[in-house]
DNA sequence: TTGGAGTGTCAACAAGGCTGACATATCGTT
DNA sequence: AACGATATGTCAGCCTTGTTGACACTCCAA
């Protein structure tokens, strides 16, 4: 369906082909892949999986933000959230305090205990991203992140974008 | 953990530190998220899940193929891999056939059945890559399909070559 | 012809999504 | 003070999709 015609614009649009696009959907495929081997293989043995780790992540990221936050960055239920968050809290990993200002929020901190473990993932998963970015070249890090972000949802996009200008 | 130190080599590395390499993290994650959503939108109502969808693209992709075949692409155990062959042999949109030349084997085939589904998910898919696509440029193209492919594990990146490489 | 390797199937279980319902505490407004 | 809205936590139950274990059939080579 809707093959773009080549050889007549003079700016190509070959790479609009749809055998060019599917064999962008099968990169992301296989390459997602990869990018989640290695944290998968150190939390299987400890009693936590991938849901653990995205929690980690995000909590090491904006330490003490709230549930809520959280929520809207993972796209998941409360109810799935909360029996990750209740594991890690109950495992010494993640800290949760009564909000300051609003007491019904609760802001969420990985203890020394938690950021040990999310320095061993981030490590790893740092570690391949490394490599395939150097192995690819500065230029190609450019284009990989503008096709990554023009594939995001809007929402998406935006806990993205945020997170990115805060360090910048 | 190892910041790249910056500002020292004529070749600036400031792509490789550890913030470039968390935020491309964080851009696999989130734009994952957009490439799934919608062939998952389509399937929710039907009584099928991602699953089925990448059973029945790499089938599409390879028709004929084994089931062996496919659970090196897809990297499951082969019991998963049945219960959804099973479900989509079933209902008709997956036809089984057993092998002529080695009767242990199956080769697979998507019915019309099949690759009318087949279609409605690719085309929604491939509509949001070739909105990525077009929205980052050839040359991010490039780039992007670079650093995914270095990404990848060795065996899946065989994997990926070879579908690629069939129809080059 | 027999044993091992390759292949496919069934059963049972676990992780981690989901919905729905409901309790609690707090906040803000009236 | 009272009330509705908001934030969070929890219980129960379901679904998808991963896992292991056990087993049957087929092929091939010793």
Redesign the interface.
């Known amino acids: 369906?809707s093959q773009t015609p080549a050889g007549q614009n003079s700016q190509?649009l070959l790479?609009?082909t749809?055998?060019?696009?599917?064999?962008?959907?099968?990169?992301?495929?296989?390459?997602?892949?990869?990018?989640t081997?290695d944290p998968d293989r150190i939390l299987e043995g400890l009693a936590y999986g991938r849901a653990h780790h995205?929690a980690i992540?995000f909590i090491n990221?904006s330490p003490g933000t709230t549930v809520n936050n959280l929520l809207g960055i993972l796209?998941v239920t409360k109810q799935s959230l909360n029996r990750v968050l209740r594991a890690l809290i109950s495992d010494g990993l993640v800290d949760s305090r009564v909000g300051e200002e609003d007491k019904r929020e609760r802001n969420l901190y990985l203890t020394d205990k938690g950021e040990a473990l999310e320095?061993e993932l981030?490590?790893a998963?740092?570690e391949?991203?490394?490599?395939?970015?150097?192995?690819?070249?500065?230029?190609?890090?450019?284009?990989?992140?503008?096709?990554?972000?023009?594939?995001?949802?809007e929402e998406?996009?935006r806990?993205?974008v945020a997170?990115?200008d805060r360090?910048a």
Chains 1, 2 share one sequence.
Do not use: C
Not at 22 to 35: L, N, T, V
Not at 128 to 135: D, G, H, V, Y
């Open positions: 369906m190509s790479f609009l749809d055998e060019q696009l599917r064999q962008g959907i099968e990169a992301m495929f296989f390459a997602y892949r990869g990018f081997a995205r992540h990221r796209g320095r981030s490590n998963q740092r391949r991203m490394r490599m395939a970015f150097r192995t690819a070249g500065p230029e190609a890090v450019a284009g990989f992140r503008q096709v990554l972000e023009a594939m995001m949802d998406m996009r806990h993205y997170l990115k360090t």
